[in-house]
């Protein structure tokens, strides 16, 4: 029974110091994860917008071919205007020029708006980029920083975790389920010493009765408050 008491309580030194380790990393590997979702839709943003612009460069030089297109043969109507013969003729060509402009106009409005969205796209690219960037920059330190940190804990915790499973394959699996169990439900704490007669975890008072029965047990003994494993270190 001793020998299960200390490994109990040798085992909740060593998760105990394991949760400090992992409490320096803090929220950092949560925000790390993140920031790097984040940045993924942003980036895939910038490669649609970068699509979409293509797409507005290719469709204004399609309508500046066919503004250039239409202008020639303007032009060549407007040539064949001087040398008509008779006036059917003359109005068959004139509507020919009219309906030539108009689509002329059309196109060059055309041309003015893919212009303006291209602009609009422009702003927000730019925009966009800078916002990656700094995410970029923002990851990277956070990267940096957990990389220190865990370059500091990392030795300790790798000798934590070997000493906890050599623990772990001395105790018998009844009560390493049994001790993983309260110490989830207690928040990291499943073994907790009495100290000046009350529990050490939630600090009821323990009838002094109780406490003797405990020195003297030679099974587990739990908290009635918070269901701690109680165990007896002093002396
Ligand atoms: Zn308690």
């Given amino acids: 029974m001793k020998k299960l008491v200390s490994n109990l309580v040798r085992l909740q ?8 380790l992992e409490l320096q990393r803090g929220d950092l590997p949560t925000l790390i994860e993140h920031l790097t979702t984040d940045l993924e839709e942003k980036r895939s943003i910038a490669s649609e917008l970068k699509e979409k612009m293509s797409k507005l460069q ?4 399609m309508f500046e071919k066919e503004v250039e297109a239409s202008k020639e043969l303007l032009k060549k109507y407007e040539d064949q205007l001087y040398r008509v013969k008779n006036n059917k003729e ?5 509507l020919e020029i009219d309906t030539k402009k108009v689509e002329i106009e059309n196109l060059e409005s ?7 969205d291209e602009d609009e796209l422009k702003k927000e690219a730019t925009e966009l980029s800078g916002e990656i960037k700094k995410l970029e920059e923002q990851l990277k330190e956070n990267r940096i920083e957990l990389e220190e940190i865990n370059q500091h804990t990392k030795t300790e915790e790798a000798k934590l975790i070997g000493q906890r499973n050599e623990i772990l394959k001395e105790l018998d699996d009844r009560y390493a389920r049994q001790y993983e169990r309260i110490r989830r439900a207690n928040g990291g704490r499943a073994v907790a010493a009495i100290s ?3 529990c050490g975890n939630c600090y009821s ?7 003797v029965e ?16 109680l165990v007896w270190t002093e002396g």
């Avoid at 290719?58 to 030089?61: Q, T, Y």
């Avoid at 055309?110 to 303006?116: A, G, N, V, Y």
């Avoid at 405990?214 to 494993?229: A, K, P, Q, S, Y």
């Fill in 13 to 20: 030194e060593l998760d105990t110091r394991l949760n400090q």
């Fill in 58 to 61: 290719s469709d204004r030089k």
């Fill in 90 to 94: 003359y109005d068959a060509i004139s």
């Fill in 110 to 116: 055309k041309i003015i708006q893919t212009l303006e």
């Fill in 196 to 198: 000046r007669g009350s």
């Fill in 205 to 211: 008072v323990l009838p002094p009765q109780r406490i």
């Fill in 214 to 229: 405990i020195r003297r047990t030679d099974r587990l003994n739990f908290c009635e408050h918070c269901g701690v494993i």
